[in-house]
């Protein structure tokens, strides 16, 4: 049970996991394990309060555990508990001081808590054992800047860029200091490169179109948010300014479009209700611009402009009682405020300045453009704490083969539906609980989903002693269930056992093949996981016989259908795994050519071409990849094109 849940933990199946944690504690609760990884699981489901208490449960069980004290200081941290973190994260140095997580972590709450001097000698302890450690000189830069110190901030950040300067989030972050000190022309040349390196980023084109503002190049700032948009369709801050901007060019309606969706997503946004209903009125829309202004003056009784504006509006639908009424209430001020000073004071004039913080809701500065947090905050980059337990992050590696699944992953920012005639068959033949489908993403599951992945476990199991004559299909229909479920031995059992009932079907040895490769990976990863992290670009996988198990039932699989270009992908990308690039190359080849819309497959064949030195040509299939919606290959481009 400790093994299923920890594997469930790894591939992000939260839910899961904790429902083995549950059964390993109801039956051993002296352990500290289970309580430990049950909290890294609720960490990452955001029940921070839970994830403390298990910490509790496993500290007082064992004292010893680190990284129970790296799991219990970040859940306090997202309770804003940053003393009790910080005794969290020193607890844990005293018995390993070199942790970098921990005092990168330890450095961040310091900051928090407004201890600024000793989170820069925190910084300097972690600098002085990692100098490379890039992350550090990002937060020491951020401490430099709020203390003052510009040139300081901006000497730490460019240290930072040297020891890599492919990394996006640092030159995000140093052309939010560069903006913030009015350089716009570097700013902008910053977020060029960020983008560059990472196209996918909304904030980062937020950010250049407020540089771009700032420039006054307002089709590249409108633009900028386009894209912005394109990519996080949610945010409200691209949707204001955008309005704000078309507005200021004229085009009202589209202007219109935006403000309602700021003001669907924040109802009490009054700066974009008073907007749009201006711009109601422009286009004609009286009664849509009274609401709005009435809505606006309910809340800022005292906004003139508000009354002037409703007064013209009321007029023009005829409502002239009402329209005096507010003609009255704006001389009234008017005579009011003059008769308390030595002249009319407009105090409906906006403050000063080109743009506004987030936060501010001064009716008032409508017209100004918000400031993304990026740009106000300039320490919105080290607001990351680091913590996951189980670190899968390398720099570039082989994407993942291809699995039968009846689950689709709908959160990623490009998604594909793969169509195969094969896979379509073996939907047909009834076996099933649902469609059967490939994916190479995993994707965490939900608690129906896992009660009926048990449910199904139960009646394959019942039909296989009522009905042994359909034993391969049933077998293989467990093991998926068993394998989503993350308990690899018995689906692989399974399988091993359909093998034997029936050694012509394909679907059989693919499953197989996927089951022994997720066995794998599970195994490496404990081995791995108090390793320090490996510094090339492309982590060079280990000879492990179990790959060429793995790769033997594939070649099987291919025999018995050749056309099933994923078999050819897999067996591909496990061959690169390996290191046998030739062959690597071949399947990936024949994979192209059955089916040239397979993003993946020019991905890794791209990688492959890089370690075997044909540039031209590695270049030229992680270009196709971008273009079928694998962003990521343009970062790799940018990386090895200068032969870094």
Known sequence: ??????????????????????????????????????????????????????????????????????????????????DDAISDFRAGLRLEPDNVSLRHNLILCLARSDRKDEAIKAADTLLASSPKYAPAMAMRSDLLWEQGDSTGALEWVNKALDVNKYDADMLHHRGVMLARLERYEEAEQDMDRAIYLDPTSSGAYITRAMVRYFRDNLNGALSDYDMSIMIDPASVTGHYNRGNLRAQIGDDNRAIEDFDMV???????????????????????????EQDMTRVLEEYPQFIQGYQIRSEVREKLGDLRGAEQDAMVVLREQNRRF????????????????TRDKSDKNVRNYRKIIVDEDLENSTGFSSQYRGKVQNRNVDVQYLEPYRLTFFRDHTQTVSKVHVSRVVDELSASGCFMQEIVLENHDVQLEQRQID????????????????????????????????????????????????????????????????????????????????????????????????????????????????????????????????DLHAAIVDLDKAIELDETLAEAWYNRGLVLVLLDRMDEAFSDLSRAGELGIYSAYNIIKRFSKGD
């Open 452 to 579: 009926r992945l048990f449910a199904d476990i139960g009646l394959r199991t019942q039909n296989l002693s009522d009905n042994p004559g359909n034993a391969d299909c049933l077998l293989l229909a467990r093991a998926i269930d068993f394998a989503l479920l993350q308990d690899f031995t018995n689906a692989e059992q399974d399988l091993d056992n359909a093998v034997s009932v029936n050694p012509d079907n394909w679907a059989v040895w693919f499953c197989r093949s996927q089951v022994r490769a997720r066995s794998i990976q599970i195994r490496r990863a404990e081995q791995d996981m108090d390793l320090q992290q490996v510094n090339s670009l492309i982590r060079e996988n280990i000879s492990d016989p179990g790959y060429q198990f793995v790769i033997r039932d594939l070649t099987r699989a291919i025999e018995l259908e050749p056309s099933f270009a994923f078999a050819y992908y897999n067996r591909g990308t496990f061959y690169a795994m390996t290191n």
């Open 339 to 354: 008769n308390n000073a030595m002249g009319y004071a407009d105090d409906d004039k906006e403050d000063d300045g080109k």
């Open 1 to 82: 049970m400790m093994s299923v849940g920890r594997t469930a933990l790894y591939f992000d199946d939260y839910v899961l996991s904790i429902q083995y944690f549950n059964q390993v504690i109801n039956a051993k609760p002296y352990l500290a394990e289970p309580y430990f990884y049950r909290a890294v699981a609720k960490l990452s489901l955001e029940d921070y309060r839970g994830a403390e208490q298990d910490c509790n449960n496993a500290l007082s069980r064992n004292p010893f555990v680190v990284n129970c004290y790296q799991v219990r200081g970040l859940a306090r941290v997202y309770q804003a508990k940053y």
């Open 263 to 289: 003001i669907d997503a924040e109802p009490d946004n009054l700066l974009a209700i008073f907007y749009r209903g201006m711009l109601r009125e422009n286009t004609g829309d009286y009664r849509g611009a």
